[in-house]
């Protein structure tokens, strides 16, 4: 028999838009309040009046390319920065709208009050909902089916998160999901690693369709290769037709159309902050100001990037290519600084003027590390048939610590989907990543190893359930 699937419960996202609206406007009106009193003059009011059905529009835009409307529980910290550079960029487009319509008629002091009461009230209506979304979302009781390598990195990441969303009840290992029926009993759903056979995929997807169960595919190359395969057909036999992953030339040409006139831009509007960066790092460590290094671009062909110089020189001289650690002794206290604000990588306008990269896309890896990777997962070339990025997908939904195979997952997504609307929603949200504290911390294995002692405690313990959340 059929069960009625269990659905997830979460606050209507078009209820959560509503709130967004209303205490960005209640955050314009308590900064008059506070600049004039009850008495608004006649003649500043009116352009908030006229600007309000602009604004609502670009406060919906705006939230929704942020990712403010996505489902995640990966901590309220990320909704925090994300909603102070929605309110920042609502204030710029504000005083721009307000300057184009009345000439400053609405006056900035209400614009920095504004923004400051927008702030605090929509990261307060942001909580209610990220804790209300908790609580109706509850604590889904789950198993892993995988690899013990598999389950090991993929509870360490559950480690990461918010406790009480989601558990792991059970391991169950290749070789003994014989009856996942009977397997899955008293459990939400079921996490599939992707070393798992497609004929145990096909299984545990019929067991969980059939009794309502949750399932999620940790997907591989395949899984992302077909992501958008478009449905076909050859005379009467259905087919998915997978096209060529590479961008078109009328997307390369807009894609490079678009990346020169924002580097320019860019480079005019930073030079007096690349400037001042240049002026700390020679000024507080000996050695030169930038640091390039050979990296793989396009088609497998090595460039040097631009960096401003974050750690000692010779870093590398004793222990060769080392990946950066969350507390290496290399980095110098600027260096820090530049790391955590990205700083570090304003130079790398002047190599997307020299077209060996663009803003958007995967991020270019050393040689060294690039063989390592092909040599564990060959598709790992396919990222190079795009030009790398200064940022992209896997830097905005993944951490520094992300392992290089989950990172490949996220790249080639992108490469699969690419389009300007999604380039558009990177850059957005790479804002708030830059602003997050741990946007820039070095490589760790602390959760890793959590994970590997919470998944053998789970294995040794077959009657009491793991708290593992």
């Not at 997807?205 to 949750?214: D, F, H, T």
């Not at 690419?418 to 380039?423: G, K, P």
């Not at 820039?440 to 919470?454: D, K, L």
């Amino acid at each position: 028999m059929i069960k009625k699937p269990k659905t997830l419960q979460y606050i209507p996202r078009w209820l959560v838009a509503i709130g967004d609206i209303i205490f960005i406007c209640a955050g314009f009106l308590l900064g008059f309040v506070f600049r004039f009193g009850l008495n608004v003059p006649e003649k500043n009011f009116q352009p908030f009046m006229e600007t309000l059905p602009w604004l609502s529009v670009v406060v919906l835009i705006l939230f929704a390319g942020l990712g403010l409307y996505e489902y995640r529980f990966n901590g309220f910290l990320p909704v925090i920065w994300s909603v102070i550079t929605a309110v920042v960029i609502t204030a710029v487009f504000t005083a721009a709208i307000t300057f184009w319509l009345r000439e400053f008629a609405f006056p900035r002091s209400v614009l920095v009050l504004g923004a400051v009461c927008q702030a605090v009230l929509v990261i307060a209506w942001r909580g209610l909902v990220w804790y209300g979304d908790r609580w109706l979302h509850g604590r889904r009781r789950l198993a892993v089916i995988g690899n013990i390598n598999d389950i090991e990195a993929i509870a360490g990441k559950l480690l990461e998160m918010p406790r009480n969303v989601y558990t792991i009840e059970k391991v169950i290992q290749p070789g003994d999901a014989a009856d996942i029926k009977k397997q899955l009993q008293g459990l939400d759903g079921v996490i599939v690693a992707p070393s798992v056979t497609r004929d145990l995929k096909s299984r545990v997807l019929a067991a969980c369709l059939e009794s309502g169960r949750e399932v999620y595919f940790v997907p591989d190359l395949y899984d992302v290769m077909v992501s958008s395969a478009r449905v076909g057909q050859i005379d009467d036999l259905p087919v998915l037709q997978v096209q060529d992953i590479r961008l078109s030339a009328f997307q390369a040409a807009t894609k490079r159309a678009i990346d020169l006139l924002v580097a320019v831009i860019g480079l005019v509007i930073s030079s007096p902050l690349m400037l001042l960066c240049a002026l700390l790092v020679a000024a507080t460590s000996r050695g030169p100001v930038f640091y390039t290094q050979r990296r793989v671009g396009q088609y497998g062909k090595v460039f040097r990037i631009y960096k401003f110089r974050t750690m000692v020189p010779d870093a590398e001289k004793m222990t060769g290519p080392v990946l950066a650690t969350e507390r290496d002794p290399r980095i110098t206290k600027v260096g820090r600084i530049l790391r955590a604000t990205r700083l570090d990588e304003l130079p790398q306008l002047f190599n997307i003027l020299k077209g060996e990269m663009s803003f958007v896309g995967p991020r270019p890896e050393r040689p060294f590390f690039v063989e390592q990777f092909e040599n564990s997962n060959p598709a790992y070339w396919y990222r190079y048939l795009v030009k790398p990025g200064i940022t992209g997908l896997a830097q905005v939904y993944g951490k520094y610590t992300t392992s290089a195979e989950d990172k490949l997952r996220y790249d080639l997504y992108y490469i699969r989907n690419y389009s300007l609307l999604l380039d558009l929603k990177i850059i957005l949200q790479t804002i708030p990543v830059v602003l997050s504290p741990s946007a820039s911390r070095g490589w760790r294995e602390n959760n890793e190893q959590n994970g590997r002692q919470a998944i053998h405690l789970l294995l040794n313990e077959t009657k009491q359930p793991s708290n593992l959340s």
